[in-house]
């Protein structure tokens, strides 16, 4: 089994300024070709810190990765530090030199003392190899050194930038072919079910037995997060036909176990498999949002191509914008206000008919802190979906901060509109 | 300085599934009262693993913080873990216990060997004092160690639930006042000045002299991401006048310095800046996306009481929707295309009639991967922002991928509208 380390480096980590998406980014990928990433570490920009983590990392992982702290501003401290624990000196390198001068002549058209500070980042160690990056001046760098001497391998280290898109594409173009030539990988498989609507404990319950007759080298994990839980099967088969085949028989199991609640049996998002089911069916889907602000059109448009089948949206957070553009009567929303199975209906309806969509969605509610009453608490939500013909709707209390209340909502009123795409059609 | 490290558990962190967005809201926590966060360590569900990471983190903080690895299901290694670590022995909690069956009684109306898995969250080491999760059953535990005779306190570990939500309100409710009750704390202070609508070559061009000028004891960080570059200023100042008295200087000169460029000078979201202008100016808001897709409105309406001056949206990504909802003429369309300057320009006027208010911005563009040609290619975007009397518009091309095409168009977006805003009133 090949081990990895992933070092990120930055004061923003540490002070929570910055989410750290980098780690997990590369630790899919190795996923994917069968790296093992054992630990994951984020340390500041504080020389000893890097070198500490460096020093102890390399016991125990085959490959170490390191991500940022080589920007073109005065804050980076990586690369002497590098050039010091591998014991290379900073040289020009000339590929990286044209590289930069290119992109900061031609593409970002820059002259001057802003071009001759990026200059620097063709400096690079000069017993690296350099990995080019396409989308930025900051060049990855691969270095080895011989930690243990009777291992069969080196220590590999590769240091790459901050920045997640440079970071991208150095790892696709770069890293990963140059791994898979340099070691040979065992393969990890894993198999995730998707499922909605019901809690960790619920679901723990439901397939209790299929756990606790699960063979010794396949582990089941839990993944839950707003409506949605996870189960994930994972062994490592090393190609062997049999793991394999155990693996796909006890997934089958699982997936039969949960299929009232299963919304996928790929580790995609729920906003996916709708597109999915309304490609194949030919059908066109547009929302009506209040409380959720617009949040399930950016769900679902996050997904390419998704303008094969979403039309659009209004999003009415005011009540004139609900009567204006989604025709929800004025008495409707004196009578029962907003938050109310009838406007919810009736925004449907105007949806369908506004956007010229099979199917749409609405959501209104109260996601706090502010706005709740005792009638209609804060994590209040009316969904409604439906086609031309019927419109279904349904009441949540979530009563969770307002960021959770809208992800909440947003994965409820989603499975909802998926379960009535599957049902009428 | 109180050091402390944060230790994330779970193999879903370790295959890149979850991105960990706990450390960072623990981490900015400590940081508001004076906790430096010196190391985040993230280990799989593996007893050996979790173990070393305790006692290698044990030797250099004096809080060690863990989270993950306490649900009711059984891929959880921690507490038995815990247990042994410390030395206690697993015993029920009466507390705990009342809690979790209120919690699934009366609040999830659950019974039977549901509640039984859950009534086993009740049982914590006897040597732990409990943290009270009032938003689930998993309750935080806090255990005190000497690691070092000599030191005037013993090492805190702190184990909280992974759920965000939960793990948020053990945070604020138990864990911060029973530290500033345990430890006397230095202040370090922040100072962030948002920029947007330069690069980081740029901004460090721009404050050169500035950054070299800075006392030892200032640091500077450069925090670029999507068409924005944070600028941080950092001081320990225990208290001291002096260098209280500095930082504010400095960071005025800083803030002069970058003025055109400057969004904030707290660390706050564009979204957030644009909704206190409106507020101020009691003013409405509204969009007309295309390319975005909602991801705009959902920006301004994750700010707490956004609903006093943004009405709503159209999301137009069909060009029928574009011409029925905003009147954009179909000619326009034929001639120019969608992503165009007279589109969005029509755009802005039809949302500003539409959903009747008083500034309004446009999103058309082409976000990838498929969709570019010759002439537009990806990441081609017209942005357009404007009032009753004036529309302005303007061409941008970012050439990222999709994720990244979205957010930076999102934020140029409204960079352009607090702009409008600012100099049209």
Chains 1, 2 share one sequence.
Request: charged share 25%.
């Amino acid at each position: 089994m090949i081990n990895a380390s992933i070092i990120t480096i930055g004061d923003e980590l540490l002070i929570g300024q910055t989410i750290d998406t980098n780690s997990a980014y590369i630790a899919q990928k190795f996923n994917e070709i069968g790296i093992w990433v054992r630990r994951r570490l984020a340390v500041g920009d504080n020389r000893e810190e890097i070198w500490n983590a460096l020093a102890e990392e390399e016991k125990h992982s085959d490959i170490i990765i390191l991500t940022g702290g080589l920007g073109p501003t005065a804050d980076d401290i990586t690369k002497p530090l590098l050039c010091e624990y591998f014991g290379g000196k900073l040289v020009v390198n000339e590929e990286v030199l044209a590289h930069v001068r290119y992109l900061f002549e031609k593409i970002y058209r820059r002259t001057g003392s802003i071009l001759e500070r990026n200059l620097k980042q063709a400096e690079v160690p000069d017993n690296c190899t350099v990995l080019r990056n396409d989308r930025g001046s900051a060049p990855g760098m691969w270095f080895e050194k011989v930690v243990n001497p009777k291992a069969i391998n080196p220590v590999t280290f590769v240091s790459l930038p901050g920045v997640p898109h440079e970071m991208k594409g150095i790892v696709n173009a770069e890293l990963i072919p140059r791994l898979l030539k340099r070691f040979s990988f065992p393969t990890i498989i894993h198999k995730t079910a998707v499922t909605m609507g019901q809690g960790e404990s619920f679901i723990a319950e439901l397939i209790e037995n299929f756990e606790s007759s699960l063979p010794p080298y396949i582990r089941l994990a839990y993944l839950p997060s707003y409506g949605m839980v996870k189960l994930r099967l994972t062994a490592f088969s090393d190609n062997d036909p049999v793991i394999e085949k155990e693996m796909n028989a006890q997934f089958e199991t699982l997936k039969s176990l949960v299929k009232e609640y299963l919304v996928s049996d790929e580790d995609e998002p729920i906003e996916k498999v709708i597109g999915e089911i309304l490609r194949q069916k030919k059908k066109t889907v547009g929302t009506a949002e209040s409380c959720t602000g617009g949040y399930i059109a950016h769900l679902l448009t996050s997904i390419a191509g998704s303008s094969d089948y979403f039309k659009g949206s209004v999003i009415s957070y005011a009540n004139e914008v609900k009567m204006n553009l989604l025709g929800v009567k004025e008495q409707t929303l004196i009578t029962d206000g907003a938050v109310s199975e009838h406007t919810v209906r009736q925004m449907v309806k105007g949806a369908i008919d506004a956007l010229n969509v099979d199917y749409a969605l609405a959501t209104s509610g109260i996601m706090g802190p502010g706005g709740g009453t005792d009638t209609k608490p804060v994590g209040m939500v009316w969904i409604a979906v439906g086609n031309r013909q019927q419109v279904i709707a349904k009441e949540f209390n979530f009563r969770f901060d307002r960021e959770r209340n809208i992800r909440q909502t947003a994965n409820a009123a989603l499975d909802m509109l998926r379960k009535f795409i599957l049902a009428n059609d």
